[in-house]
């Protein structure tokens, strides 16, 4: 998520939105994000987080296409389709962005339990700066080289295919839940 939050302004500015269109449409990240964390993560007390922490990648891959079509596909004939998909595609990427944050930290408690859990969930989001700095810094190298963001963009959506398959191909098991006590 760092491309997005170091570079989404600048994109939509370069595909030659207003200022205001291009913060706003980060507001609508934000927004859905919220919305996605409370959902999504209801949802995976409910049917697993395994599924739902595939499927919160899915969706976000899918939201970067989405984007990417916003601004054309050269090689594949797809002409700019403006800022509609561009809209649709950062609501994907926004409904998908906290709901990974939410479900990991439940799944890790589901995998390892809670004994180990504030290490485990700790040592996990203090890598994940060096992977969002590295991100940010990729997509604006990309840039620099070719003047487009479309090879960040597609980046992106490959390495989100390869996290919803490795998600998919991990067992998942539940811890067993406390029973309350009869009397």
Do not use: C
């Amino acid at each position: 998520m760092s491309f997005v939050n170091a570079h989404f302004v600048t994109y939509a500015r370069d595909l030659g939105y207003h200022p205001l269109v291009a913060a706003g449409g980060f507001s609508i990240i934000g927004a859905s994000a919220i919305i996605g964390a409370l959902l999504l993560g209801h949802l995976s007390d409910k049917h697993g987080r395994r599924r739902l922490l595939s499927f919160s990648f899915h969706i976000r891959s899918i939201g970067f296409v989405v984007v990417l079509l916003s601004m054309g596909v050269p090689f594949l004939g797809i002409p700019p389709l403006g800022l509609v998909p561009l809209l649709a595609g950062i609501l994907l990427v926004g409904f998908s962005w906290s709901s990974v944050a939410s479900i990991t930290a439940a799944y890790a408690s589901d995998q390892f339990g809670t004994t180990n859990l504030g290490r485990i969930y700790g040592t996990m989001f203090a890598v994940m700066p060096l992977g969002s700095g590295l991100g940010a810094y990729l997509g604006g190298l990309l840039y620099d080289v070719r003047g487009t963001y479309d090879v960040g963009i597609w980046s992106n959506v490959v390495l989100l295919v390869f996290a919803t398959l490795l998600v998919l191909s991990i067992e998942e098991r539940r811890t067993p839940t406390l029973q309350r006590a009869t009397t």
